[in-house]
Structures are given as structure tokens and as C-alpha cells.
């Protein structure tokens, strides 16, 4: 597949497109058929609910590690949270495909030696519009976003850091998402820099509200942040047009030491399909030079 790679040129962009079809709406979709699982890995992988206090629920989470972890007990891991976690790693429990996190992160780590503990967390179901989206769109109010980024903080990532041999730190700590869960991980990079220093923003749904940009434009990176922003050419000229214009805003106040990249894919659509043929580079990227060092 041919990559149309391009960095975001230094200038203010152009207008935020909006596009209003139910094409880049993915809302709730009806529970998956009977599948037979495709974890790469089972000894591997772990499952556990986890009470969400601010969102008064309880969701699962999904925990993939890397191959090695039990035979080292001194290693310690960054982590990479995924949102909608029911689509990451296994075909068995998605409704619209499967990213196949744990075979890309596999094959990471036997080519470039990338070792990182991946951790996804299930969407609301049909509360999903709501819950991704810490700014407000009439149509899918109330916003609940805030509330379940509060839980990503201050109970997600403790839980993950108690119970697993991680790296802690923001430098260590990498948030990615899609569609709705692009909005969420551009949200977490800027509202807590404390905790993510790293956001891979999958053709995200820009589209949903004005206040994105604003807040974009009042937020600049920190250093040492990088976020890696993603659309397929297929999605529609207004998904391309907002993704690069909200880029060129962030890389516009973007200081010495933030890293941001616009990349997109010629005939990539809005789908898991697109987003797992464009998730090794991302990683790469973000773990630059990691990718490059063997």
C-alpha cells in the first residue's frame, strides 16, 4: 500500500471541515456473531472489569504482553492504551473488525526489538458518541467524555501500573484511538501531559465539534510530546481537509522538542482494516528510533 507521507508545513491551515453524514458517525453497532477468537497469543492476553467511578460502570479491560514478560521479572514496559477495546485484538469480541494489535506489537517486537505492555478498554455500547467526546454535539448530549477521561487517569492507569511491571512515566505512556477514540486520545494528550506523552489519532471525528479546534488553538504541545494524526484517502475530502487543517493548528504553536506528523493513505477507508495496516508506522514513529536501531 502506498503511503502519501506528509509533514505539516509550519503555517496556520486552512478552515476546519465539518462533515455531518451518518459515513463518519460509527456509533454503537449490533454485537458481534459468533467468532472463533484470533488473540495471537492467550497465555498472553488477560481480561478484568474494573469499576469506573466517575462514569458510574463497570467495563472491561484487555491487557496483551509481550512475549518474554513472565521469564524477566527485573523488565518493565511502556504501555500503549487503545480505546474501544472490544475491536483491538480479537475477532471473537468485535463488531466492525479487528485491529490485531498483538500480531502487529508481535511482530515489533521480533523485527525491531519493541516491547510494550498494550492495554484497551471497551467502549459504552451505544453510550459510545457520548463517553469518546469531551466536547459537546448537541444531537449526541450530554458529553461524558470528561468523565470517562477523569477514569482513564486516576483509575485505568493506576489499576494497569499496580498490576503490571510498567513504565509509569508520561515519556512511557502512549494513548491511541480511532473515529471516536481519535477524539479521545487528542483530548488526554492535551488535557493531562502529565500522563500521555504520545497520541496516535486515527482518522479522527473532527467533525464532531467546533470547540476541538478551539481548544487545539489555545493548547499548544509540551516538549517531548508527539502525536501522530492519521486519515485514509478513501474516508472523504472533509476527513482529509479536517484532520490536515486541525494538524497545521497544533504545528502552528508547536514548540522546540514536540514532534507532529500528518499522514495519509491513499484508498484507506474508515475502518479496522485501514487502521491496522497503518498502526506499524505509527508505532515506529512514535517510538522513533526504536524502529530504526536493528
Not at 24 to 45: G, H, N
Amino acid at each position: 500500500m502506498h503511503l502519501k507521507r506528509t509533514l505539516v508545513s509550519f503555517c496556520f491551515g486552512a478552515a476546519l471541515g465539518v462533515a455531518g453524514s451518518a459515513f463518519y458517525v460509527t456509533a454503537f453497532l449490533p454485537a458481534a456473531e459468533s467468532r472463533a477468537a484470533s488473540v495471537a497469543a492467550p497465555s498472553r492476553f488477560e481480561t478484568f472489569g474494573l469499576a469506573l467511578p466517575n462514569l458510574g460502570v463497570e467495563r472491561i479491560v484487555r491487557a496483551y504482553l509481550p512475549r518474554g514478560y513472565s521469564a524477566c521479572e527485573d523488565c518493565r514496559y511502556p504501555v500503549v492504551y487503545f480505546m474501544d477495546g472490544q475491536n483491538v485484538f480479537d475477532a471473537a469480541t468485535s463488531y466492525a473488525g479487528e485491529w490485531g494489535a498483538d500480531e502487529v506489537l508481535d511482530a515489533l517486537l521480533d523485527e525491531h526489538g519493541l516491547a510494550v505492555i498494550a492495554v484497551a478498554i471497551d467502549h459504552g455500547g451505544e453510550m459510545r458518541m457520548q463517553e469518546l467526546s469531551v466536547w459537546e454535539n448537541p444531537q449526541f448530549a450530554p458529553a461524558r467524555g470528561g468523565a470517562f477521561l477523569a477514569d482513564l487517569v486516576a483509575t485505568v492507569k493506576p489499576a494497569i501500573d499496580a498490576r503490571y511491571r510498567t513504565l509509569p512515566a508520561a515519556a512511557s505512556t502512549t494513548i491511541v484511538g480511532s473515529s471516536m477514540g481519535g477524539l479521545m486520545a487528542h483530548a488526554a494528550l492535551m488535557r493531562h501531559p502529565g500522563v500521555f506523552s504520545r497520541a496516535l489519532v486515527f482518522s479522527p471525528s473532527y467533525w464532531f465539534s467546533p470547540a476541538i479546534a478551539d481548544e487545539t488553538m489555545r493548547t499548544p504541545l509540551r516538549a517531548g510530546q508527539r502525536v501522530y494524526i492519521y486519515t485514509g484517502a478513501a474516508e472523504g475530502d472533509d476527513m482529509m481537509a479536517s484532520a490536515q487543517a486541525m494538524s497545521e493548528r497544533w504545528n502552528a504553536t508547536r514548540p522546540e522538542g514536540a514532534m507532529l506528523q500528518f499522514v495519509s493513505t491513499d484508498h484507506a477507508e474508515h475502518n479496522e482494516t485501514a487502521w491496522r495496516a497503518a498502526l506499524p508506522a505509527a508505532l515506529c514513529w512514535s517510538f522513533a528510533p526504536v524502529c530504526e536501531s536493528r
